[in-house]
């Protein structure tokens, strides 16, 4: 089955705990994107890549880092989790940045304490 | 840098009636996509229905179809014969047609209109 893969779905931990969000794509597509979904904001960008090696950064980067070693796999990783950056997170991949519909990993709901 | 905006946070209907969520955006480009997408209490972010902005016709899927009016940059979703399993947080999102250059991907997503089905 075509999916995105995130794990953990729901994740609990103190500030300034490093911890890493892992994203899995099964389409071969060659974008993949992370957002945070906050009450009233709705999504927002965090990071993006285009391919294999290729990042950069959405709307909101400050405090996330990312990495992209293999076509299939984009984990987020918060090197210092704090209390702005508890959301819900979502992971995204394409076939092509624009001419291709988003499919979205089923989220995860982050807790910093 | 393009806008979209839902001007109703939350919306109310009677099963198997008709209701229409509203979505204006900005932008300058000529050439674009818009999409909604569907967010029930599981989170799944679910696409809904999916327009070009050269295509003239209106996009339908079963019971979800847009009226998209390019002039006044308007793109609503109506839900027909409305269901229970339709209750959810609803999304407008906007993604740029130009792939040239650097950038990204150039979805911007309004704040959502939480629609709610009475039984």
């Known amino acids: 089955e075509a999916q995105v893969t995130q794990n953990p779905r729901y994740l609990i931990t103190v500030t300034g705990k490093k911890l890493t969000v892992t994203c899995s794509q099964n389409m071969n597509h060659e974008y993949m994107s992370w957002y945070r979904q906050d009450p009233g904001l709705g999504l927002r960008q965090i990071y993006y890549?285009?391919?294999?090696?290729?990042?950069d950064k959405g709307d909101v980067p400050e405090g996330y880092k990312v990495s992209r070693k293999e076509k299939r796999n984009f984990p987020l990783i918060l090197e210092s989790p704090s209390p702005n950056q508890t959301s819900l997170y979502f992971c995204a991949s394409s076939f092509s940045p624009k001419r291709s519909p988003l499919h979205f990993g089923n989220g995860t709901r982050l807790t910093v304490t | 840098a393009q806008t979209v905006t839902q001007s109703q946070p939350e919306m109310s209907v009677q099963e198997a009636e008709t209701v229409t969520l509203s979505c204006t955006y900005d932008t300058s480009e000529s050439d674009y996509y818009l999409f909604w997408y569907k967010q029930p209490p599981s989170r799944q972010m679910i696409l809904v229905i999916r327009q070009e902005a050269y295509k003239q016709q209106n996009a339908t899927e079963n019971r979800f179809s847009v009226n998209f009016q390019k002039a006044a940059k308007s793109f609503s979703l109506k839900i027909s014969d409305s269901q229970l399993g339709d209750a959810a947080m609803y999304f407008c999102?906007?993604?740029?047609?130009?792939?040239?250059?650097?950038?990204?991907?150039?979805?911007?997503f309004g704040k959502g209109t939480h629609l709610i089905i009475q039984p």
């Open positions: 890549s285009m391919n294999v090696e290729v990042t």
């Open positions: 999102a906007y993604r740029s047609h130009d792939d040239s250059g650097g950038g990204a991907d150039g979805l911007t």
